[in-house]
Each structure stands twice: as structure tokens, then as C-alpha cells.
């Protein structure tokens, strides 16, 4: 497949992928919390993973200018924090938490500009190399899951009706391809190998700060191994993944 179909394609199921927020319909709160923790967990060692396995080191074989690879990937950092600051959201929310009506809509809008961000980024992996591109994709897709169900979840005890939840949460995840799309565009006119450490960036901001601070605050110590071994487990898989790409 071409580049640009493989960017659509990204987009369009990163879109899908909002759909698993149904399944809250259908499990116990406390089933829900029990699944929720080790995904996000996960999701946060494949995005630490990805960082460090994939995307730096890949920005480091297409520039070599460590100094700007640098800066890349600190604002990619500091524009999810921005944007976390500024919108008062997280990725993780909890469906039990005391949501009110507004704070729905601050959800959506974070989302979709969490996505479009999400987007112009890793299309630029795509760019740069389809394989990195794949890698970073699923990294993104491991947070998704988490995030997708916690918003989704959020909605309804906002006082959302289900399905209209549904649909604006998928509707909010096409901002992942109008980005890629953006990136495409761009690429005509301008460098854009330094999307990879700014995707880095994000990465390493959802992961380290949004991510790790949801599972690492619990007494019970098997719930605490189980995040362990599931946080371990995605920074493994991410750099299985990097040595079978070299093989």
C-alpha cells in the first residue's frame, strides 16, 4: 500500500477504536476498574517503549542533530501539557468519578485535539518509514483503548445519552486522520522528519505523566505487581518489536 493509504487506513481505525467505550454498557464498575488499570498500565510501557525502542532512535538515523531532536521531542512534551492544563483533562478518566455536564463537552474537545495532535504525529512516522509507522500506530492504540472506554464512560455519568455518546466520541477520533492527513499534506512542502521525536515527545508525556501516575498509587500489592508486570510487558513487547525490525 502507498504511504497516504496507510495514513488513512491508521485514521480510520484509530476512529473505530472509540467504539470499544460500549463495552461499559456491559461490565460491573468493578470489573471495569479491575480490566482498566493493566491496560492502562500497558499502555503506558508501550508508549514509554516506543519512545525510546523506536521513534528517537529513528529521528536520530534521519537528522543526526541531536540538539534539535532534542527540542522535538521536549515540545511534544510540553504541548500535551499544555493542552492537558488548559482543557483540565486526562487520558485515564474514571467512569465513577463526579462529572458534570460541561466538563463532558472539556472531554470531547481535549479528545479530539489530543487526536489531531496524535494524528499529524504519527503520520510523520508513516513518512518517514511504513514500519515505524506500524510500530508507533499501535503504541497509540494501546493508550486509546483505556482512554476510549474512560471518556465514553465519563459521558454517560455526564448525563449523555448512549448512543449519541458513542457517536461523538468516534466523531472525535476522525481528528487522528484529519491530522495525518494535515502531515501528508505538508510533507510536500516541508521536512517533516521532526514530527518522530515530537511524536516522542507525546508519547513520553501521555506515558510518564498521564499514564504511570494512575496505576502506581495503590496499597494492595497485587494490584500493584499486576501493573508492574503489565507496564513491563509493553516495553518489552516494543522492544521485541525493535529487534525483529533490525533482524
Not at 128 to 151: N, T, Y
Not at 193 to 203: D, E, M, T
Request: glycine share 10%; net charge neutral.
Amino acid at each position: 500500500m502507498s504511504t497516504l493509504a496507510w495514513i488513512v487506513l491508521g485514521g480510520v481505525l484509530m476512529s473505530a477504536i472509540a467504539m470499544v467505550g460500549s463495552v461499559t454498557l456491559v461490565l460491573k464498575p468493578a470489573t471495569l476498574e479491575r480490566l482498566l488499570l493493566p491496560l492502562v498500565a500497558f499502555a503506558a510501557g508501550s508508549l514509554i517503549g516506543g519512545a525510546f525502542f523506536h521513534m528517537i532512535p529513528a529521528a536520530l538515523d534521519a537528522t543526526g542533530n541531536i540538539v534539535g531532536i532534542g527540542i522535538a521531542v521536549i515540545s511534544g512534551f510540553v504541548v500535551f501539557f499544555v493542552l492537558e492544563q488548559t482543557l483540565h483533562w486526562r487520558h485515564c478518566h474514571r467512569a465513577q468519578s463526579d462529572s458534570k455536564r460541561p466538563l463532558t463537552y472539556l472531554v470531547l474537545i481535549g479528545d479530539a485535539l489530543h487526536n489531531f495532535v496524535g494524528g499529524l504525529a504519527i503520520a510523520g512516522t508513516f513518512l518517514i518509514d511504513i514500519r515505524l509507522g506500524i510500530v508507533s500506530w499501535l503504541a497509540a492504540a494501546a493508550h486509546e483503548v483505556p482512554q476510549e472506554l474512560g471518556d465514553f464512560g465519563v459521558l454517560i455519568h455526564g448525563g449523555w445519552p448512549k448512543r449519541r455518546a458513542l457517536l461523538f466520541n468516534v466523531l472525535s477520533g476522525f481528528t487522528f486522520l484529519i491530522g495525518g492527513l494535515l502531515a501528508y499534506g505538508l510533507s510536500f512542502q516541508m521536512d517533516v522528519s521532526w514530527l518522530i521525536p515530537f511524536a516522542a515527545g507525546n508519547f513520553l508525556y501521555i506515558g510518564a505523566s498521564d499514564l504511570v501516575p494512575e496505576v502506581n498509587k495503590h496499597s494492595d500489592l497485587k494490584t500493584d505487581l499486576t501493573n508492574l508486570l503489565a507496564l513491563l510487558l509493553g516495553i518489552v513487547l516494543l522492544l521485541l518489536a525493535k529487534i525483529e525490525i533490525w533482524l
